[in-house]
């Protein structure tokens, strides 16, 4: 088919008439749908930019533009007039959709959960610790949108515009589902296969805003946390099917090694350190260690120095459930908020019935992470909250630590005088957490490095008012504070007879490039080394990740252990470990005695993992190799296949509240390899029969 020159311009002029008619028709009849649809777009973009910074990823731009349309759709229920209040309203939820997470981002590292937002009633301080060092300006940004729909609405209106096209017709429902069908379709086509699984079980929250955008985020967040509740009688019988096949697969069998009992009978003092992670034990300032005390207890004791913390969103609550339970932390909400009111088997419930007294110290108020009901449910006697404690002296979020312990140790001697022994207490630290302020509060330690330049001696406070200069500070002032508790623990002769154990309840949400200046700095020069310098460390994000660990001790003055144990081990190892030495186990356990494996995989609540040979990445579906050891593709499948199992059905048991359930089956002897009889009696006189 040929044109000549003089009907190839008569059809760019028709055409551009048209086009020009199509935009005349657009401005006039959609522009209210037009700019509802762009500035939300926008807003999504920027929201990605700022936390996951992918703006130039296709497929959310593609989600988010069919869901945009769908939601415009809607407003075709709506007579005309009200149809500016229905995007008015759409733009403000989905605008504080943005802002919540971006704000929820810069503090967690993930995306909020509707299920979370009622946590906010608990972590009332947390709450202002947020909106004092963690809203940013750059959060407001997205205010613009409900302005620019309001004010595309209020000049349409003046021209008696207003969408008086936007009639519902069928040819225009199905072209706009029909378009948002195709754009769909196109994202899923040139989105990454791993995105699906990701998705439908959200463990990763990060990489569903990677893949699915902010909107379709949090549409699949809400769905995730009420569908357990409205749907518990549709999953339960499939969850508790499926529990059930596990535990008969991964049975407690009792493996007997040095460490078993060795600790019976013994009081336990169990110290959370708040933020504490384990690569400031190896940092020395002047010639003066971060840590001394963790240093000399882990030098002492048995030193677990390959231990992660396995936190989701509930962070310390997180820790201290996995530490007390073998169960993984949910991710579908936080077990200490969202579900409080299920059963668990527990390392105080479990000392609790061997004679114990049990009790945890905290100097926050009991609500904070709902731990006034929590502690109940995980078998504490007693929880001393605020409340116990004169608040003497302030370090960031309450009561110093100094103070905490040194008052702790007096209501500690009451105890043990009133409840005899043996005791098991839970000592939660605080002035740890960030913002690591009130430094004027604590020891002087500088944390500077001294350079000879032209026989002149100059001191570089290189991390003076960094946030990891702060943090060091702060961790010292916490080591100082665990020496002196032990210093009166000893002094009062609550030592005698006792084991102590330490662990760190998370990493201190530290920005990588805090390292860089930490690792790279060159004193000489007074600048950050790059690649091409002499001694420069590289510290990639794996290298951050593992740096993640936190410290686990277990230390008795009766005895040197000098022990130092580099299996990787996790949170849910602690139940299975202590335990075999205390002479308790749960029949629930999910991890596993460390003195009893050789490797082991850390399941963390993304789906990443850890071995001693790789760290899997989850959202990024890759590896990197810690050992030379050859991988093959089965150890990498194994590892992802264990995890997800892990997480599924530790989700299970804490949603549907399965330990109660397999509990009562344990009489006809199903569960475990021990049948109580006072148990099948009981069992059988509450009409079971
Ligand atoms: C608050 C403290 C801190 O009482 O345990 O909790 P976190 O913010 O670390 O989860
Ligand atoms: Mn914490």
């Given amino acids: 088919m040929c044109y000549n020159t003089l009907e190839v311009v008569k059809m760019l002029k028709i055409n551009k008439k048209k086009i020009k008619e199509k935009f005349r028709k657009i401005k006039n009849d959609y522009l209210l749908v037009v700019s509802f649809i762009m500035s939300n777009l926008i807003n999504g973009l920027i929201l990605r930019g700022i936390t996951v910074k992918n703006i130039f990823s296709l497929p959310p731009l593609f989600i988010d533009f069919g869901l945009l349309i769908l939601i415009s759709l809607v407003a075709l229920a709506f007579k005309r007039k009200n149809r500016i209040k229905y995007f008015m309203a759409m733009s403000f939820i989905l605008t504080l959709v943005c802002l919540i997470n971006s704000v929820y981002y810069h503090y967690y590292s993930s995306f909020a959960s509707v299920a979370l937002l009622s946590n906010l009633i608990y972590a009332k301080d947390v709450g202002n610790a947020i909106f004092e060092n963690v809203l940013k300006p750059v959060d407001l940004i997205y205010i613009w949108c409900p302005l620019a729909v309001y004010l595309s609405y209020y000049f349409l209106n003046k021209k008696k515009y207003f969408i008086k096209e936007l009639k519902s017709n069928k040819k225009m429902i199905l072209s706009s589902i ?36 902010i909107y379709i985020y949090q549409i699949d967040d809400i769905i995730q946390s009420i569908s357990p509740k409205i749907n518990s009688a549709f999953g339960h019988d499939t ?41 400031v034990m190896k940092l020395k300032f002047n010639n003066k260690e971060v840590t001394p005390n ?36 949910s991710t579908k909400g936080t077990v200490f908020v969202n579900f409080f009111d299920r059963e668990y088997v527990a390392i105080p419930k479990l000392l609790k019935e061997k004679g114990y007294y049990t009790y945890s110290m905290h100097a926050n108020t009991g609500e904070f992470w709902n731990r006034n009901i929590m502690h109940q449910s995980l078998g504490y006697d007693k929880f001393y909250s605020k409340d116990s404690y004169t608040i003497d002296e302030t370090i960031g979020l309450g009561l110093s630590d100094k103070s905490f312990f040194s008052q702790s140790v007096d209501i500690m001697k009451e105890i043990k005088e009133t409840e005899g022994q043996p005791f098991y207490s839970t000592l939660i630290m605080l002035s740890n957490h960030t913002p690591f302020s009130d430094l004027e509060l604590m020891p002087e330690y500088p944390t500077t490095i001294d350079v000879k330049l032209d026989n002149q001696t100059i001191t570089r406070e290189y991390l003076n008012n960094t946030k990891l200069g702060n943090y060091i500070r702060s961790v010292h002032y916490a080591d100082e504070a665990i020496g002196d508790f032990i210093n009166k623990l000893d002094s009062e002769g609550l030592l005698d007879n006792t084991v102590l154990v330490i662990y760190g309840d998370h990493d201190a949400r530290m920005d990588k490039n805090e390292f860089n200046l930490l690792y790279n700095y060159d004193p000489v020069n007074d600048r950050i080394k790059d690649e091409t310098d002499d001694g420069y460390v590289s510290f990639n994000d794996y290298d951050y990740e593992l740096n993640k660990k936190v410290p686990f001790i277990i230390w008795t003055r009766d005895k040197n252990f000098n022990k130092t144990v580099d299996t990787p081990m996790g949170m849910i190892d602690v139940l299975p470990t202590l335990g075999n030495m205390l002479g308790i186990h749960s029949d629930y356990q999910l991890g596993n005695d460390i003195f009893n494996l050789k490797d082991n995989v850390v399941t963390f609540i993304d789906g990443s993992y850890l071995t001693s040979n790789i760290y899997y990445s989850a959202p990024k579906g890759e590896i990197y190799p810690i050992s030379n050891d050859p991988i093959t593709e089965e150890y990498i499948q194994n590892g992802i296949e264990h995890s997800s199992n892990l997480i599924d059905i530790s989700n299970d048991i804490i949603s549907y509240d399965l330990i109660k359930e397999l509990k009562e089956e344990i009489p006809l002897g199903k569960i475990g390899n021990t049948i109580d009889i006072a148990k099948c009696v009981a069992w059988l006189l509450e009409d079971n029969y």
């Avoid at 754009?183 to 569903?208: C, D, H, Q, T």
């Avoid at 969850?239 to 096949?245: C, I, Q, S, W, Y």
């Avoid at 390959?306 to 993984?328: C, H, I, K, R």
Wanted: charged share 20%.
């Fill in 178 to 213: 029909i378009t948002t069908l195709s754009f769909w379709a196109l994202a899923s086509i040139i989105m990454p296969l791993s995105a699906w699984g990701g998705f439908y079980k959200l463990w990763n929250r990060e990489s569903v805003v990677i893949n699915y955008g």
């Fill in 239 to 279: 969850a508790l099917k499926e529990t059930k096949e596990y535990y008969e697969k991964h049975k407690y069998k009792k493996i007997e090694n040095e460490y078993t009992n060795i600790f019976e009978g013994k009081n336990v003092i169990v110290i959370h350190a708040e933020s504490m992670q384990e690569f």
């Fill in 294 to 329: 963790l240093n000399r207890l882990s030098r002492e004791g048995i030193f677990f120095s390959n231990f992660y913390s396995q936190v989701g969103v509930g962070t310390s609550s997180d820790a201290e459930f996995t530490f007390n339970t073998s169960l993984m932390p």
